[in-house]
Structure formats: C-alpha cells, structure tokens
C-alpha cells in the first residue's frame, strides 16, 4: 500500500470514499494553496478573503464527494471547476439585491 505522501489524488479520493479520514486530510492540505490561489481572483460584499476560502474549500469537499474515478476529467480539473463554481456561487448570492441594504 502506498504511503498517503505518494498517492495520487484519484488514490487519496478512494481511499477518503472507504472512511480514510488521514486521506482527507491530506488532500485538504494538498489543495490548500490551490484553494487560495482560486480565492484570490474574487471579491465578495462584505466578505474578506477567509471567507472565499472557506467557500473554496466547500467546493472542494464536493468535489471530493462527487469525483468519478471512470470519467476523462483527472481530480486536479475536477477540483478546480467545483471550487471555482463554489466561489463564483457565493459571490452571486452577497451580491445580488436581496442582500443589499436598503
């Protein structure tokens, strides 16, 4: 069995998919800095960067629960997609009218 340092993600995310609670970490700390990297592109009202990282981390939870090892798509594209949408979501709702003071 492969170290959890050494796996490749679409190893770590089948290991997380059994209850591998230490794949899951690992892979949150592998994704972190992508996460950040994301986060940074945006700007949400009322917000500050914590929370466009949080909200990129809720991304990539779903990716992880939603990753399908026998699509084309390698984990890192999947990961980066849902993040992005996760982020991209997040602004749409702090700024849309209904959130807006009157």
């Known amino acids: 069995m492969k170290d959890l340092k050494?796996?490749?993600?679409?190893?770590?995310?089948?290991?997380?998919?059994?209850?591998?609670?230490?794949?899951?970490n690992e892979l949150f700390l592998r994704y972190k800095d992508l996460v950040t990297k994301i986060s940074r592109g945006?700007?949400?009202?009322?917000?500050?960067?914590?929370?466009?990282?949080?909200?990129?981390?809720?991304?990539?939870?779903?990716?992880?629960?939603?990753?399908?090892?026998?699509?084309?798509?390698s984990f890192k594209t999947f990961a980066s997609t849902c993040i992005k949408h996760q982020i991209q979501s997040a602004v749409r709702i702090a700024s849309s009218a209904k959130n807006q003071v009157l």
């Open 6 to 24: 050494t796996a490749t993600d679409e190893e770590l995310v089948e290991k997380i998919k059994n209850g591998d609670d230490k794949a899951e």
């Open 42 to 73: 945006y700007f949400i009202v009322g917000g500050d960067i914590e929370d466009l990282i949080q909200e990129g981390m809720i991304g990539l939870y779903k990716a992880i629960k939603h990753f399908n090892n026998s699509k084309t798509a």
